[in-house]
């Protein structure tokens, strides 16, 4: 089944604490992209990359990290998580941003850090 | 950037009952996306629709590129129908809108 993989679905982490949501697709996509989702703030993007080893800043990449060695992996790093990073996560991923072909997202992160 | 307005923020209806949802884009885009995210989370494409229209048994979607908006069109609403439903643009990145939050009564 082609699907975005993200684990894990749910964290709770302590402030300062290194942390690692992990992102796979298995449809070959090369466009991969973190987005996190807050009340009333919808859905803005983290980080983006257009193909392995190309990663580009969204609208809100303060506090994140990203690497694309794979083509199907994408993980998304908080160094030292804060309080501010709590939210809901979403991976993404298509064959180049929005097109006819779809736009897959997984079925999200919901992170709290205390 | 490209600014995407959604309206309404909120809509709540009667089952049964037909809606409009609004994406309004302040500059021309490549492509636009229409997504639904169900009461559990969940991402689901809708509608590719950089113009035109197209339907889809109840839901359908207008685009007028020119004129720098897209409707998403629901009718018979049921109750599966609610959650928030999000309009994305593509110029040189990808902006979602805000969403329109529906709540469908039973």
């Known amino acids: 089944e082609a699907q975005v993989t993200q684990n894990p679905r749910y964290l709770i982490t302590v402030t300062g604490k290194k942390l690692t949501v992990t992102c796979s697709q298995n449809?070959?996509?090369?466009?991969m992209s973190w987005y996190r989702q807050d009340p009333g703030l919808g859905l803005r993007q983290i980080y983006y990359s257009m193909n392995v080893e190309v990663t580009d800043k969204g609208d809100v990449p303060e506090g994140y990290k990203v690497s694309r060695k794979e083509k199907r992996n994408f993980p998304l790093i908080l160094e030292s998580p804060s309080p501010n990073q709590t939210s809901l996560y979403f991976c993404?991923?298509?064959?180049?941003?929005?097109?006819?072909?779809?736009?897959?997202f997984g079925s999200g992160t919901r992170l709290t850090v205390v | 950037g490209i600014q995407v307005e959604q309206s309404p923020p909120d809509l709540i209806l009667q089952e049964g009952a037909n809606s409009t949802l609004r994406c309004n884009f302040s500059?021309?885009?490549?492509?636009l996306q229409w997504f639904h995210q169900n009461p559990w989370g969940q991402l689901i494409n809708l509608f590719y629709?950089?113009?035109g229209t197209k339907q889809n048994g109840r839901l359908s979607a207008t685009t007028v590129a020119t004129e720098r908006y897209s409707l998403l069109y629901i009718s018979s609403s049921q109750t599966t129908d609610s959650g928030v439903y999000f309009c994305?643009?593509?110029?040189?990145?990808?902006?979602f809108g805000k969403g329109t939050r529906l709540h469908i009564l039973p």
């Open positions: 994305a643009v593509m110029g040189d990145k990808i902006i």
């Open positions: 500059d021309s885009v490549n492509n």
């Open positions: 449809m070959n996509h090369e466009y």
């Open positions: 993404a991923s298509s064959f180049g941003g929005i097109s006819a072909y779809g736009y897959t």
């Open positions: 629709i950089p113009s």
